[in-house]
């Protein structure tokens, strides 16, 4: 059974940092995409950061440049996302996923695996 698990969420002053992972289990995905999406209450999930499958070629939402930073140890099978300068607008819940395509991938629709999610929320 394929599993992702996102860990390392919480509430933060803004200003503050988290570091989330996604530890996925069940199979590989060192071949594959995987990305971090957030979701608001009332909002569409929305794309926060991708990466391709080796590392070599990250996406981030304009947002967040400068500030998260998306990393994958493939040989834990495991996906990072840093998130620094935390904002009250980062508020959400972040959700893990790993995509059909190797390189990045923006879009819900090209993932085939989520994680349960993680609550993020940014204290002003």
């Known amino acids: 059974q394929v599993q992702l698990v996102e860990s390392g969420g919480g509430l933060v002053q803004a200003g503050g940092s988290l570091r989330l992972s996604c530890a996925a289990s069940?199979?590989?995905?060192?071949?594959?995409?995987m990305g971090w999406f957030r979701q608001s209450p009332g909002k569409e999930r929305e794309i926060v950061a991708t990466?391709?499958?080796?590392?070599?070629?990250?996406y981030y939402i304009n947002s967040v440049k400068g500030r998260f930073t998306i990393s994958r140890d493939n040989a834990k099978n495991t996906v990072y996302l840093q998130m620094n300068s935390l904002k009250p607008e980062d508020t959400a819940v972040y959700y893990c996923?790993?995509?059909?395509?190797?390189?990045?991938?923006?879009?819900?629709?090209?993932?085939?695996?989520w994680g349960q999610g993680t609550q993020v929320t940014v204290s002003s």
């Open positions: 990466i391709n499958w080796s590392g070599g070629s990250t």
């Open positions: 069940g199979r590989t995905f060192s071949g594959n995409a």
């Open positions: 996923g790993a995509s059909g395509d190797w390189g990045t991938a923006r879009l819900p629709s090209q993932y085939n695996y």
